[in-house]
Structures are given as structure tokens and as C-alpha cells.
């Protein structure tokens, strides 16, 4: 079983409209809402692709019982709400649809006090027992809890549970420290960590001996649409996606992350996984919806993603 675990998901609704007049009332002719946050997108795409998963969500109020629920009902995935008292935040997207131009609205996420993270480590001991892989994603909803990766990561590994980090900031800095199995950064989260420029293919592949310097086992370095860099051990190669017409590219990484998680379940072999994640990626990026592409589109993309070693 895959564990997701999210520590500031959202209520994430898109409200389509021809143009956005400021200062004016404005009538949307529809919109749609979905459980958001980089981890329900991983644990939507694992289920897609045909696995077991459940996705561990820290939320409070009305909003996160609507989250849960949307990830019961709408994903068909299992979650482990774990509740805190403040409510969680919805993240709401105006899009006009003629200019395909966005603007998102994002409220601050909840705040934790100690007593709801003891309880959060004491949820999560009990979740992740069953679980094969865990992936934790995104930022945290309150700088207090920076650590939690670090803390929780520990966790899995004491049963034995590969672990996957795909974070920025302060948390996935502290949650390095814990040295998980694999990471699946970006290249702006990477020169945020590294300090300085990763505008050359040179510096991308130094910044990834950075990580595995660190201990870090499997490093996906995200190029976004010229897809990844992949290195573990002795293999090493960019792997390239077909060209698309790209509807929206939110929440692709998470669908390779997805595959990731599913190919150390299964053993599989590397160049296998980093294709599968790759073509998820690219699915998901030819829809509005995350997360809302097909395991026939997925395995078709595979066919015509390229691996270069390196």
C-alpha cells in the first residue's frame, strides 16, 4: 500500500468565466471542486494507475470534512483525516476560459498547536504500519511544525517503509536531514537549497550529486515539459516526454511521483518507473482537472516517451 500524507490540503475549486473585471459582479456559468493538495493528487493517480493507496490529511472545520469526503466520494480513496481546530483553507481559481489565463486566490492554511502535531506523529505511527512506500508532499500549513517531515519520515523508516520527499522551503530542508529514499524536486526548489544557478545541464547534474552527497538514494529532478532528470546509482539519464498541447500542468509532478511510488512497491526497474512517471505526467498536463487522466492514456504516452542515458 501507498501512503500519502498532506499537510496542508485545501477545498481547491476553478470558476470559469469568459473575462475577470475587477470591481464587478460576476455570474460563472459553471465551476468544479476537488480535494486539493500535492498529496491527494498523488494518491488520485496511484489509484488511476490501478493500486492500493490511503491519503493522510491534516484538516479542521467544514472545508476539511469537505475535503475528506471529496476523497472518499470523488477519488475512491480511503483517508486518514487526522483534525486539528483551525479550519482548512479552500484555494479558489477564477479561469477565463477564452484567454486561458488564471488567477488563483490562496487563504493561509491551518495552524497546528502541540498538542494536534503530538497527535499527528501518533496518527501516523498507526497509518503508515501497512505501508509499503509513503510520500510526503508539498509545504506544511504552519511554520511551527517544520520539522514534521524530519520527524515523520523517521517514523516510516523504523518500519521499514521507503520514503519520498517533494517539498520546498524550510520543511524540505529539515526533512533532508532524515535522509529519504528518494526526493522529486524541482529546479527552482533545488537552487533555493543549493545556492546558485541551475541554468546549465552541468549545474543540474551537480546539484543532484548535492542530494545523493546527502545520503538520498533516488533523485527525479523535474524539468516540467522537458521532463526529468533521473539518477540512482550507476544509471543516470534524461527522460523525455512527447509533445502536447498542454491544457494544465498543475499537479503533473505528483503524478510522477505517483508512478515513482508505485514502481519501489513493486521493485520495479528504474528506466520502467521513470517512463511510467513521466507519461502520468504528461496525461495529467493534457486536462484541466488534476489528476483526471486515464490508465489507457497513460500506458499509450509511455510508448512515445524517450529515455537518454547519460
Known amino acids: 500500500m501507498i501512503l500519502t500524507v498532506t499537510p496542508n490540503p485545501c477545498v481547491d475549486k476553478t470558476v470559469f468565466i469568459d473575462e475577470l473585471k475587477v470591481g ?51 477519488d475512491g480513496v480511503e483517508p486518514v483525516p487526522v483534525w486539528v481546530q483551525s479550519p482548512t483553507r479552500t484555494i479558489t481559481t477564477v479561469l477565463e476560459e477564452p484567454i486561458h489565463r488564471q488567477t488563483a486566490f490562496f487563504e493561509p492554511g491551518s ?29 506544511v500549513s504552519d511554520p511551527a511544525i517544520n520539522h514534521l ?23 524540505f530542508a529539515q526533512g533532508l536531514e532524515a535522509v529519504p529514499h528518494m526526493v522529486k524536486p524541482n529546479v527552482a526548489e533545488t537552487e533555493e537549497l543549493v545556492k546558485y544557478s541551475l541554468a546549465t545541464t552541468e549545474a543540474k547534474w551537480r546539484a543532484i550529486d548535492w542530494y545523493h552527497e546527502r545520503g538520498v538514494t533516488l533523485v527525479v529532478l523535474s524539468l516540467g515539459k522537458d521532463g526529468a532528470l533521473v539518477s540512482q546509482g550507476t544509471e543516470r539519464f534524461h527522460v ?17 511521483v505517483a508512478a515513482f511510488a508505485i514502481g519501489l512497491m ?44 547519460v
Open 111 to 139: 495552524r497546528v498547536s502541540p498538542t494536534e502535531h503530538a497527535n499527528i506523529a501518533e496518527q501516523f505511527t498507526e497509518a503508515v504500519k501497512n505501508a509499503r512506500v509513503v510520500t510526503f508532499n508539498g509545504t
Open 149 to 171: 517531515y524530519r520527524e515523520l519520515i523517521r517514523i516510516a523508516q523504523d518500519f521499514g517503509a521507503l520514503t519520498i520527499l517533494d517539498s520546498h522551503g524550510p520543511e
Open 24 to 74: 464587478t459582479f460576476i455570474r460563472a456559468p459553471r465551476y468544479t471542486c476537488i480535494p486539493g493538495g500535492k498529496g491527494t493528487n498523488v494518491s488520485r493517480a496511484v489509484k488511476i494507475l490501478g493500486r492500493e493507496t490511503k491519503a493522510l490529511v491534516i484538516v479542521g472545520g467544514h472545508t476539511g470534512a469537505h475535503v475528506v469526503e471529496m476523497i472518499r466520494e470523488q
Open 240 to 256: 523525455i516526454p512527447p509533445t502536447i498541447k498542454e491544457v494544465n500542468p498543475v499537479g503533473s509532478g505528483d503524478a510522477l
Open 266 to 309: 513493486e521493485n520495479q526497474p528504474l528506466r520502467e518507473m521513470a517512463v511510467l512517471g513521466v507519461a502520468a505526467g504528461t496525461a495529467n498536463a493534457m486536462s484541466w482537472d488534476i489528476g483526471h487522466f486515464t490508465r489507457a492514456e497513460v500506458e499509450k504516452l509511455a510508448q512515445e516517451v524517450r529515455v537518454v542515458p
